[in-house]
């Protein structure tokens, strides 16, 4: 199977550079993967397509304030975006410089943070911090709000808040799970009200979300890894959901990523539990645990596009982006939302 494959046109237009004026204000295409048909609704009526019984899985991922911008000992200018804290002193790092630096050169991040290359591992740089404040805390101090390449103006305020989910509760993400934007604390609530079963994982995402594959065949691909933490209460939720007839709608792809992940490697079962995945969905992969899902549109040439026409079948895809490009939707982290039905 061939990149090419997953290749579209978007008006440049479509995307979206600011999110909706009410976060449940976007519109949402349903997509029932077999009867093959899309319907045009919106986001607010979501509580109109679940039922009592089944179970929303949220990744509660919070963004970290991520980039940095500094110089170097010669005095070149530098970006910092730090993929994973990895202790209170050292990162791995993505650096954007006219040379590349060499191990053991300086940084001067922010004009105040000391940091040394320790050691380059393919695109990312192991640094340290040379800092009396951990890590943590000098992102939240000195950082800035990593908005996706593809939102093409500077970060506001207002995005400190909007590109963070209502429920974002563990740091560590440099982009934000964006399916989980749309919703708030009422919508949240009424969820619940109807008996739908709130349930948590914890993926952080990382950068690597936004590249394109660029091997012309995608079985060549490397996948970018990341850390999900899948808590017990989870577990149990779904077991019980699906005991009783309920469904699991995951809640954005890094939600199912972690579900698909975990079931993958314990032999279809789901167990509590940390762990880091590389998984890589393709059409012909046979979702464990997964029945429905909820998503944004995807980059073109994308892992993300591949997932969701794993999950929903190519040519389902290929029409309802067809048809959502024609409908003029908002596309990507701050744009419409999709609704899945998995292809049978």
């Known amino acids: 199977m061939k990149t090419q494959d997953f290749d579209f046109y978007l008006p440049a237009e479509l995307i979206a550079q600011f999110p909706a004026e009410h976060r449940t204000s976007s519109r949402l295409l349903y997509l029932d993967s077999i009867a093959q048909q899309c319907q045009d609704t919106f986001f607010s009526s979501l509580p109109q397509l679940v039922r009592s019984g089944d179970v929303m899985v949220f990744n509660d991922t919070r963004v970290i304030k991520a980039r940095l911008f500094g110089k170097k000992d010669s005095g070149g200018k530098v970006e910092v975006l730090v993929e994973r804290i990895l202790n209170e002193r050292h990162v791995l790092a993505a650096i954007r410089a006219s040379h590349a630096p060499k191990p053991d050169s300086r940084l001067l991040l922010a004009d105040v943070i000391p940091a040394t290359v320790i050691e380059r ?21 000195y950082g800035q709000l990593p908005l996706p390449p593809y939102i093409t103006r500077s970060a506001f305020n207002s995005d400190e808040m909007r590109y963070q989910t209502v429920y974002a509760k563990h740091a560590g993400a440099v982009a934000a799970p964006t399916a989980g934007l749309h919703f708030d604390q009422g919508m949240m609530n009424q969820l619940q009200s109807l008996g739908v079963t709130i349930a948590y994982v914890t993926l952080h995402v990382g950068a690597g979300t936004f590249q394109p594959v660029r091997v012309e065949h995608i079985a060549e691909h490397t996948m970018h890894s990341e850390i999900y933490h899948i808590p017990q209460s989870t577990v149990d939720a779904i077991r019980n959901a699906k005991s009783m007839g309920g469904r699991v709608l995951a809640v954005g792809t890094t939600s199912l990523r972690a579900l698909e992940a975990c079931a993958s490697a314990h032999q279809g079962q789901l167990a509590a539990g940390l762990d ?14 997964v029945e429905r899902l909820l998503t944004n549109f995807h980059l073109p ?44």
Do not use: C, W
């Open 121 to 141: 591992t393919q695109e990312f740089y192991k640094l340290r911090f040379d800092h009396e404040l951990p890590v943590p805390e000098l992102l939240q101090r």
């Open 276 to 289: 880091e995945t590389q998984i890589f969905i393709t059409p012909g992969y046979r979702f464990q645990v």
């Open 301 to 344: 040439r994308s892992t993300l596009l591949m997932l969701i026409s794993a999950f929903a079948g190519m040519e389902n895809i290929r029409n309802a982006y067809q048809h959502a490009i024609n409908q003029r939707y908002r596309f990507f982290s701050y744009g419409d939302a999709m609704l899945i039905e998995k292809e049978l």
